[in-house]
C-alpha cells in the first residue's frame, strides 16, 4: 500500500488542473484570482514535497506500483529508480519556481484559469514520465505530454501562436507514430513479460539477433520518434516557432518538461530498453552520433544569425538538447552519466536565460537583440544572472556547463579508444565518430560564445548615442519584483554549485551508468 505514494505526484496536478479547468468563475472574479493562485501554488509546493519524501526513503529498493494491465505485458507501472528519480528531483526543484515567476509574468494576461489548469496537468504529466516503468507508461504520458501543453504554446491566441501550435501538434503526432513502432518491436522481442524497463536493455539477444538488421532500423526510426520533442535535426522546426507563447512556457518547453521528457526518453529507449550490447558498434549507434553531431552544430550556427532573443535561446535549446543525445549515442556507463550530467545543467543554464529575456520583455517589451543597448545598467541583477547562465552555456570553468561538456568530452574519447582497440565495428569507418564529436562540441561552445557574448556585451557597452535615447525612452525600467528575481538568483546559484563542488551528482550519475553494464 505504501507504494500507492509514486502515483500522488502524477494524479494530484492532473486533477488539480482538471478542476480549475472545471470551474467557471462567477462575479467574484478578484476573489477566485486569488483561491486560484493559493491553490496552484499549495497544489505545486505540496506536489514537490511529496517528491522528496519519496526520494528521501531511498531509491535503491524495488519500489513499484501496478496501476493496471491493458493486455498481455501491456502494463502501466510506476517504478523508482536512480535515473526516474534524477529527473523527478529536477522537475519537483524546478516547477515551484517557475510557478513563482508564472504568478509575476501572468498578471496582466487573460484567460490565466486557463494558464495555471494545464500548467499544474503538465507537472503532473511530466512526473508520469519521470516515474515510468514501462516503456508502456512512458509512451502514454509521452503522448499525454502533446495534449496538456498544446493549449499552452497556442495561449495567446495569435495568428503565430496558432501556427506555432500546428507546428507542434504535427511533428509530435509523425513522432509518436515512429516511438510506437519502436515500442511494437521492444515489446515484441523482450525477454520481460511486463516489459519493465532493465539496465542493460529488456531484448531477448538471441531472439533478437536473427533480425539485427531489421531491429536497428527502428532503433534509429523511435530515436527520431522520440527525438521529435528532443528538436533532433531535422524535426526541430516547431521549437523555434513555440518562442511565441508566454516565457513560462517557453521555460518549461525549453528547459524542463518537453524537451527534456525527449531526452530522458532516448536514453531510456537506448539503455533501458534496446540496451547498449545490442546497439554498440553497429550503423544504427554511428547513424544517431552523426543525427547528434549535425544537431549541435547546426543549432549553434542558427542561433547565431538569429536576432530575436528568445528564438536565439530556442536554437541555443536544439544544440544543447543534442549533447544529451550525443551521450545517449556513445552507448556506455560515461556517456549515459556525461548526457545526464548535461540534462541537468542544461535545465538551470536555460530556463534561467528564458527567464531573463522574460523579465527585459515583461519590463521593457524589447524581444531583439539590437534593442538591449545599455540594459544591464537598468536591470542589473537580471542581468547578472544572465551573464552566470551565459558563461555556463559556453562551458567556462566554474560553472555548470563546464563539467557536463568536459564529461562529454572524456566519454567520447573512451568511446573512440574502445572503439579504435575493437577495430571500430562495423567496417571501422564509425570509430572516428567520437573523435569528431569532441570537435563538434569545442565548435559549438565557440558559437555559443559569440550569440551569447553579443546579448552581453550590447546590454553592458551600448553603442555611444544609443544609450542615451535609452536613458530617455527606458527611465521606467527596472529589475522584475521578487517573484521573478527569486528563481533566477536560485538558479544562478546552483549553477555556481554544481560547477564548483560536482562531486555529489557525479557519483550519483556514475551509479546510473554503472548500472547499465559495460
Not at 154 to 160: D, P
Not at 348 to 366: D, E, P, R
Not at 492 to 514: D, N, Q, S
Amino acid at each position: 500500500m505504501s507504494e500507492i505514494i509514486l502515483a500522488l505526484p502524477v494524479f494530484l496536478p492532473i486533477f488539480g488542473g482538471l478542476a480549475m479547468l472545471a470551474h467557471r468563475p462567477g462575479e467574484g472574479i478578484l476573489r477566485w484570482n486569488r483561491s486560484r493562485a493559493l491553490l496552484t501554488a499549495a497544489l505545486v509546493l505540496l506536489n514537490s514535497l511529496i517528491v522528496a519524501a519519496i526520494l528521501a526513503g531511498g531509491v535503491d529498493g524495488e519500489r513499484r506500483l501496478v496501476v493496471f494491465k491493458l493486455y498481455a505485458s501491456l502494463t502501466v507501472m510506476f517504478k523508482l529508480d536512480r535515473m526516474g528519480a534524477l529527473f523527478a528531483g529536477m522537475v519537483a526543484f524546478l516547477w515551484p519556481l517557475a510557478t513563482l515567476y508564472a504568478f509575476e509574468y501572468m498578471e496582466h494576461e487573460e484567460r490565466k484559469n486557463t494558464f495555471f489548469a494545464f500548467y499544474l496537468m503538465t507537472y503532473g504529466v511530466t512526473m508520469g514520465i519521470a516515474f515510468a516503468g514501462t516503456l508502456v507508461t512512458l509512451y502514454l504520458f509521452y503522448e499525454m505530454l502533446t495534449f496538456v501543453t498544446l493549449p499552452l504554446v497556442m495561449f495567446t491566441l495569435t495568428k503565430e501562436a496558432v501556427r506555432a501550435s500546428r507546428a507542434y501538434l504535427y511533428y509530435s503526432i509523425g513522432g509518436a507514430a515512429f516511438a510506437f513502432i519502436g515500442m511494437v518491436f521492444v515489446l515484441g522481442y523482450s525477454s520481460i513479460e511486463t516489459s519493465e524497463f532493465v539496465a542493460g536493455g529488456m531484448l531477448d539477444l538471441a531472439r533478437a539477433g536473427q533480425n539485427r538488421n531489421t531491429l536497428l532500423l527502428v532503433y534509429v526510426m523511435a530515436f527520431f520518434g522520440f527525438g521529435v520533442k528532443a528538436a533532433v535535426f531535422p524535426c526541430y522546426r516547431w521549437l523555434p516557432k513555440a518562442a511565441v507563447a508566454p516565457t513560462p512556457v517557453t521555460a518549461l518547453l525549453h528547459a524542463v518538461a518537453v524537451v527534456k521528457s525527449g531526452a530522458f526518453a532516448i536514453l531510456r529507449l537506448t539503455y533501458f530498453s534496446f540496451g547498449i550490447g545490442f546497439l554498440r558498434g553497429s550503423w544504427a549507434q554511428w547513424a544517431v552520433m552523426a543525427a547528434a553531431m549535425a544537431t549541435i552544430f547546426f543549432g549553434s550556427s542558427m542561433a547565431v544569425k538569429e536576432v530575436h532573443w528568445k528564438r536565439r535561446l530556442a536554437y541555443s535549446t536544439i544544440s544543447n538538447l543534442s549533447y544529451i543525445l550525443f551521450g545517449a549515442a556513445l552507448m556506455s556507463p560515461l556517456g549515459l552519466a556525461a548526457g545526464l550530467s548535461h540534462m541537468v545543467a542544461h535545465a538551470f543554464m536555460k530556463i534561467s536565460a528564458f527567464f531573463c529575456a522574460g523579465a527585459v520583455m515583461h519590463k521593457s517589451g524589447k524581444t531583439y537583440i539590437y534593442q538591449l543597448d545599455g540594459m544591464a545598467k537598468k536591470m542589473p541583477i537580471t542581468f547578472g544572472c544572465l551573464t552566470a547562465a551565459s558563461l555556463s552555456l559556453m562551458g567556462i570553468p566554474m560553472f555548470a556547463g563546464f563539467i557536463s561538456k568536459w564529461n562529454l568530452a572524456q566519454a567520447a574519447f573512451d568511446c573512440g579508444g574502445a572503439m579504435t582497440a575493437a577495430g571500430g565495428g562495423d567496417g571501422g569507418a564509425g570509430r572516428w565518430l567520437p573523435y569528431m564529436g569532441v570537435v563538434v562540441i569545442l565548435l559549438s561552445a565557440l558559437l555559443t560564445g559569440i550569440y551569447m557574448m553579443t546579448v552581453l556585451v550590447r546590454a553592458y557597452f551600448p553603442k555611444t548615442g544609443e544609450a542615451g535615447a535609452m536613458q530617455e525612452t527606458d527611465k521606467s525600467v527596472t529589475d522584475p519584483t521578487w517573484k521573478m528575481l527569486l528563481p533566477l538568483v536560485v538558479f544562478t546559484a546552483v549553477i555556481l554549485a554544481i560547477g564548483m563542488h560536482p562531486a555529489p551528482l557525479m557519483e550519483f550519475l556514475m551509479k546510473i551508468g554503472g548500472e547499465v553494464g559495460v
